[in-house]
């Protein structure tokens, strides 16, 4: 399986290089805003990413949650069509507008096809320019995302995350939520959207990223059209600070569940550092231990792994369900220093760069999977060119390379648990 693997990226790679389908992507200026774009004959897709950047640096306690908010509501009525118009174009036109708010950055995607491109992008400018804010729809998303935001402690996974999140970020900017809170959401006033939508989008802010089957000089003039007339300056994103240094420790929430979930974060390298390409392979050399020795051999869970974030200020975690967390928490720490003291061997290393890779390349089969790559490496990663240098990075990645970084990084790790406090020591979880 895992030769397939390795020969569908060679495949994939080769289709890409070879078939004329697809050139590079390059970057240029449309009246003071940077664009990246990628043209490709190879399908009718047209994939578009307005990035504004900050996130959660650009964001308090009070307001957290704004930009979400504002983005959500944008498609809910502009100043060319209220939102039962808006959606009806949206379908008639097979056209799909979403939004996202993270850590670093917030987002407004449009994906079309080429035959419905000016009427795709008229709708598109209308959410990101020319929102009207209805007090009625406002409300509207803003029940659905305090909703959203309440039910976060129903939900063991996604309230692991929430608790070990928090307290590896406690005291960063990270620790206001892009999303929000129940609190925060509550609080923020239709002019205060307007207010922020005014203040975020200015030209220092935006990144747009387009990939897909259209021409360079329309889209030039397009976007010159549209944008041109935004300020040059105001509401600069800031930048997160590094975190400090961190201390191991572990929080407990009690709760009667057939298994107990457990989650610990620590400080990762970002991915502009010369260690993430390093980073991404040992943490999924680590992921593939723990599947094998913990659920395969031991039988001790059915889920466990090990991720890695793509943040400015970085984390990876270590994550398991089980039923004696303490047990299973002693096979995890032990892989973990096998990984550090114990070099791989050339043919294990090359078998999971390969995997990796393909994994890799099949998020960019899509427009909008190679849109999304190229903004996060031009907002995080030293520059949009370094899609294909990443990859390049991790194939020179080396046995050495991997005990460096997994001794260097993985340790001192913020853990949160939920399920019996009984069974959770906490000598243990603080000697990570």
Do not use: C
Not at 18 to 29: E, I, L, N, R, Y
Not at 128 to 139: C, G, R, S
Not at 158 to 184: E, Q, W
């Amino acid at each position: 399986m895992k030769r397939a693997l390795i020969l569908l990226a060679a495949t994939f790679a080769f289709t890409t290089a070879v078939d004329g389908q697809t050139v590079a992507a390059s970057k240029f200026s449309v009246s003071g805003i940077p664009v990246i774009f990628k043209p490709g004959r190879a399908n009718d897709v047209v994939a578009v990413r307005l990035y504004i950047r900050g996130g959660s640096a650009n964001l308090t306690a009070a307001n957290a949650g704004i930009e979400d908010l504002m983005l959500q509501s944008a498609t809910h009525g502009t100043a060319k069509y209220d939102k039962d118009a808006f959606n009806e174009k949206l379908v008639e036109t097979g056209t799909s507008i979403n939004s996202s708010a993270d850590y670093d950055y917030s987002t407004l995607s449009l994906q079309a096809v080429r035959q419905n491109w000016n009427e795709a992008w008229d709708l598109y400018t209308q959410a990101a320019l020319h929102p009207t804010f209805p007090a009625a729809e406002v409300e509207l998303v803003r029940s659905q995302l305090v909703d959203a935001a309440k039910r976060i402690p129903d939900d063991p996974d996604s309230y692991i995350f929430y608790l070990a999140d928090s307290s590896l970020y406690a005291g960063h900017p990270y620790a206001a939520r892009p999303t929000g809170t129940p609190t925060s959401m509550a609080s923020i006033s239709r002019q205060a959207l307007t207010d922020w939508h005014r203040q975020r989008f200015t030209k220092e802010n935006l990144l747009i990223v387009v990939v897909g089957n259209v021409q360079r000089d329309d889209l030039v003039q397009k976007i010159s059209s549209s944008f041109g007339q935004l300020p040059a300056r105001g509401g600069g994103a800031a930048t997160p600070p590094a975190l400090k240094s961190v201390s191991p420790d572990v929080m407990v929430v009690t709760r009667e569940l057939p298994t107990n979930y457990v989650l610990g974060f620590f400080a990762a390298p970002p991915p502009s550092s010369a260690d993430f390409a390093a980073m991404r392979v040992a943490t999924d050399v680590l992921s593939q231990r723990l599947f094998e020795e913990v659920r395969t051999k031991r039988n001790l869970t059915y889920a466990v792994g090990a991720s890695l974030s793509d943040r400015a200020v970085n984390s990876g975690n270590l994550y398991v369900t089980a039923v004696e967390p303490d047990t299973t928490m002693k096979v995890i720490f032990s892989e973990v220093r096998r990984l550090q003291r114990e070099p791989l061997s050339p043919s294990d290393l090359a078998e999971n760069v390969n995997t990796f890779l393909t994994q890799f390349w099949i998020t960019q089969q899509s427009n909008m999977g190679q849109a999304r790559q190229l903004g996060l490496f031009e907002l995080l990663g030293g520059g949009y060119q370094n899609v294909n240098r990443f990859a390049e990075m991790v194939r020179q990645v080396t046995p050495a390379d991997v005990q460096r970084v997994a001794s260097r990084y993985m340790q001192h790790a913020r853990f949160a648990v939920i399920g019996d406090s009984a069974k959770v020591h906490r000598a243990l979880f603080t000697s990570f």
